[in-house]
């Protein structure tokens, strides 16, 4: 990480490190799909790629590939909290707005969704009303 702070350039110019990196990032298909191993190299490639290209106006698609291939796979490094601002520049790709209660900024929690409403009966499931219920019979052949 030193490396990578004190002389972005040298990683960020070369396609060769770029794509080695990314590699790391992909996870090995002959690996056993119970085992998701050890993430640290994931999280450490994607440190050492946020530190290079993080004065870089525009990244490389192969980020947001590697990105949706762990996002829909194991999530190995996508949900790590080290990789958190890596995911976040990633992201950016998308231009989602995501709303205040998912940003965690209506101060109810970390991306806290938001429960459905409880009975009165004080349940967690969430009931209705017998005026709310429609009965259609089906004519049965």
Same mark, same amino acid.
């Given at each position: 990480m ?11 110019s070369?396609?060769?490190?770029r ?9 090995? #298909?002959?690996?056993?799909?119970k $085992?998701?191993g ?8 994607? *440190? ?9 106006r ?7 590939r ?6 829909i *796979?194991e ?9 958190k601002?890596?995911?976040?520049n990633?992201?950016t ?8 209660? #998912?940003?965690? *900024?209506?101060?109810?929690g970390?991306?806290a ?5 409880? *009975? $009165? $009966?004080? $349940? ?15 004519p049965?052949?």
């Amino acid at each position: 990480m030193y490396l990578v702070k004190t002389n972005p350039s040298v990683f960020s110019s070369s396609e060769y490190i770029r794509d080695a990196l990314c590699s790391l990032l992909k996870r090995d #298909v002959k690996e056993s799909y119970k $085992s998701k191993g050890n993430s640290l190299v994931s999280v450490s490639a994607a *440190g050492i790629l946020m530190a290079a290209y993080q004065e870089e106006r525009q990244w490389p698609d192969i980020f947001v590939r590697v990105y949706m291939e762990d996002a829909i *796979g194991e999530r190995v490094w996508v949900d790590h909290p080290d990789c958190k601002l890596f995911v976040d520049n990633i992201l950016t790709a998308f231009n989602t707005v995501l709303p205040a209660q #998912v940003r965690g *900024g209506d101060g109810s929690g970390v991306g806290a969704c938001p429960s459905p409403p409880t *009975g $009165s $009966s004080g $349940s967690r499931t969430p009931t209705r009303g017998d005026d709310d219920i429609q009965v259609i019979e089906l004519p049965i052949n």
